[in-house]
């Protein structure tokens, strides 16, 4: 937009306005019309404002002589004192305005500098912390174990009749733990008593007839083995029905699940049913997903965490680690870590779950925040 008056002229240039006071044969004095002009110039820019104005005086000599003396000198007391009041209120404005925003931007410019210091302080430490070195740590869940748990398995073939424990309940030595069903092998053993007496009572009269007659005495013998064969099945029935009630070799916890799942059950010859374990024997068992596995070595610290006791963890050490990843019962592939407690952990009883902290090797800070997207990123671009 350009306008231009008798003694004002306007150029517009995209968001700038240059207003230039041409009156260079008064050195641009500044008169009532003059100043009636820039107030219509201002008026007109405000409809449609820039971002920028840039007022100058044209010619060399001075932006601005001031006040036109020669219309100054013709004017009353009254009219002069009001014409100077107006030029004194313009410039008085302008003046404060452009100096408020300067002291505003002024302000704005070192506080953004104060804030552009700290910005570049943040991200110096921000660097310098990559490197810090830190300890590798990885959660998983866990649950207490017996290390060296025992495994009472079935005798001999049969049908689980009934449980003298309870699950996860102390048991002394020679207590009797479960016992198998033993109706078939009373019923055989009846059988083969039967059968030994009839063995008996033949060889018996065999023995008699052989004083007399050669084939009686050729028969006692044969009758003699029958005889021998017959005790011979009854004793291993006899053998059989004392495996029937299973006891436990020492004492311990019997470990096993509901008993109504086994009572009734099949089972075969070294099928495991309880477990017999040490309370103070116990150790952890971690399942270590694999997409979340850390270099751990022999004696690594760990720090259990069980659903009972969440504020109260125990310390413990690894022992032993897998190095062949299996399904965990979350159907997780995962790695085996067993751990043994450090003293006794009385609270840790056998079957208890909850979550296990591994610590591994030092590594930078960078290597722990960036292994992760990484290995992501690695496995979707093949690199």
């Avoid at 800070?365 to 990484?374: D, E, H, N, S």
């Amino acid at each position: 937009m350009n306008m231009s008056t008798a003694a004002i002229h306007v150029e517009r240039s995209g968001d700038t306005a240059q207003v230039t006071i041409d009156n260079a044969a008064k050195a641009n004095a500044l008169d009532s019309a003059l100043l009636d002009a820039l107030c219509e110039v201002f008026v007109a820019l405000a409809f449609d404002p820039p971002r920028a104005i840039v007022l100058r005086g044209a010619g060399e000599k001075a932006f601005a002589g001031g006040a036109d003396l020669r219309e100054l000198g013709a004017l009353d007391e009254k009219t002069a004192r009001t014409f100077i009041t107006r030029v004194h209120a313009a410039f008085g404005y302008s003046l404060w305005a452009i100096s408020n925003q300067a002291g505003r931007l002024t302000r704005w410019w070192r506080r953004s500098g104060t804030r552009r210091t700290w910005w570049r302080w943040l991200a110096l430490a921000a660097v310098v912390a990559l490197f810090i070195p830190v300890r590798q740590s990885v959660l998983a869940p866990a649950e207490v174990i017996a290390l060296e748990a025992q495994a009472i398995a079935a005798p001999m073939d049969g049908v689980v009749k009934s449980f003298s424990v309870q699950p996860n309940r102390p048991v002394r030595r020679g207590e009797v733990i479960f016992t198998l069903d033993d109706t078939t092998l009373r019923n055989r053993r009846e059988v083969a008593i039967k059968a030994l007496e009839v063995a008996r009572a033949d060889a018996l009269l065999a023995a008699q007839k052989a004083f007399d007659s050669l084939q009686a005495k050729g028969e006692f013998g044969t009758l003699q083995g029958r005889v021998r064969e017959r005790e011979a099945e009854v004793a291993y029935l006899n053998e059989l029905l004392s495996r029937v009630e299973v006891r436990a070799p020492a004492g311990g916890v019997a470990i096993y699940g509901d008993p109504n799942d086994w009572i009734g059950r099949p089972v075969v010859t070294g099928e495991r049913i309880v477990l017999l374990a040490d309370p103070k024997d116990a150790g952890v068992l971690v399942w270590l997903p694999v997409a979340d596995a850390i270099n751990l070595n022999p004696g690594a610290e760990m720090r259990v965490f069980l659903h009972v006791a969440p504020l109260s963890p125990y310390a413990a050490k690894l022992t032993q680690t897998s190095y062949q990843a299996a399904l965990s019962p979350e159907g997780v592939a995962s790695y085996r870590i067993r751990g043994s407690f450090d003293g006794l952990a009385a609270e840790a009883r056998v079957g208890l779950k909850g979550t296990a902290k591994l610590y591994g090797e030092r590594v930078l800070l960078a290597y722990v925040l960036f292994r992760r997207p990484l290995a992501a990123l690695r496995e979707w671009t093949g690199l």
